[in-house]
């Protein structure tokens, strides 16, 4: 699962695992409106973990969350990173019901990635952060912490509608989630530079 704007126009999409190994993969369906993708491998892909979803609705504002993801990785590298914040909105911008809003730091680059409980579960798909230039311009401000993701919801509404089913065994841990975290690269480059 990733963001739509991530993959929207690649025409080849590779995956980088936290232990290196890189696989392409297609899109297999896709809601634009609320900016999920569903990916596919074109391959076999050995993994043994995966994230189960959990509803928003079991998570209060003021919950404690993990943003996981690949921050700003042309400037800070090809690494997993995390950041740790709280539930700050059910909510997105202008009472948006299919996002929320986490304190958590979100950077180009985390698009897609899971935000997840204190039990491991996804609740939420990183999106998008509120611009600093915009509200510098329109307010002479500088928003903090004001980040979003797509609701675990709409995510599960995909899935169902494509009848995806998970059979492997469930993360239990943040090193688990950390080492299932995925790396999605749709430029016209590869990861290792070459053109694609």
Do not use: C
């Not at 050995?46 to 990785?73: C, H, M, Q, R």
């Not at 979003?148 to 059979?167: A, H, M, P, Q």
């Amino acid at each position: 699962i990733t963001n739509y704007h991530v993959i929207k126009d690649a025409s080849v999409i590779s995956i980088k695992m936290a232990n290196n190994s890189v696989f392409s993969a297609s899109v297999t369906s896709y809601d634009e409106e609320n900016d999920i993708a569903v990916l596919k491998p074109n391959n076999i892909v050995k993994n043994t973990k995966w994230f189960e979803l959990d509803s928003y609705k079991n998570n209060a504002i003021g919950s404690s969350i993990v943003v996981i993801g690949y921050p700003l990785s042309s400037v800070l590298g090809a690494d997993v990173r995390v950041t740790q914040g709280i539930i700050s909105s059910n909510v997105g911008i202008q009472s948006d019901k299919s996002r929320f809003q986490i304190s958590a730091s979100i950077q180009p680059g985390n698009s897609g990635g899971p935000i997840i409980n204190k039990n491991n579960l996804v609740v939420w798909i990183a999106s998008s952060r509120l611009s600093d230039s915009y509200l510098l311009k329109i307010m002479d401000t500088v928003p903090q912490n004001i980040n979003f993701g797509v609701k675990s919801d709409k995510v599960l509404n995909i899935l169902k509608k494509n009848k995806v089913k998970n059979t492997r065994t469930r993360i239990t841990s943040l090193e688990d989630a950390i080492k299932a975290t995925v790396l999605v690269n749709a430029s016209s480059k590869d990861f290792n530079g070459m053109e694609i």
